[in-house]
């Protein structure tokens, strides 16, 4: 079984930081491409990072030059540095991954950047 953990959202003030964590679970995850998304109240959810296995990242444009994404193979998770959060930041953000055909997603961490 396929299990995503998100961890590491909270509350911070506008121009704060947070990192968060996701750990995987039930896939070879040194060879997965891991994904974060954002769901706003009331919005779609978009995608916000992802990484390849060779740890190519690519990068919303609104997030570009202020959040980054890494991976830690040996600990099979995937984080996300997020600075100089903004107010419109705020969302639940999920991991992601696909795998033998199946996308599979975590259950989310609530970021809240306050103004």
């Known amino acids: 079984q396929v299990y995503l953990v998100e961890s590491g959202g909270g509350l911070v003030q506008a121009g704060g930081s947070l990192k968060l964590s996701c750990r995987a679970s039930?896939?070879?995850?040194?060879?997965?491409?891991m994904n974060w998304y954002r769901q706003a109240s009331g919005k779609e959810r978009e995608a916000v990072a992802n990484?390849?296995?060779?740890?190519?990242?690519n990068y919303a444009d609104s997030v570009k030059g202020r959040f980054e994404i890494s991976r830690l193979n040996a600990w099979n998770t995937v984080f996300l540095q997020m600075n100089n959060l903004q107010p419109e930041d705020t969302a639940v953000y999920y991991c992601?991954?696909?795998?033998?055909?199946?996308?599979?997603w975590g259950r989310g961490t609530q970021v809240t950047v306050s103004s």
């Open positions: 992601k991954t696909r795998w033998k055909n199946r996308d599979f």
């Open positions: 039930g896939i070879n995850f040194s060879i997965a491409t």
């Open positions: 990484i390849t296995m060779n740890g190519f990242a």
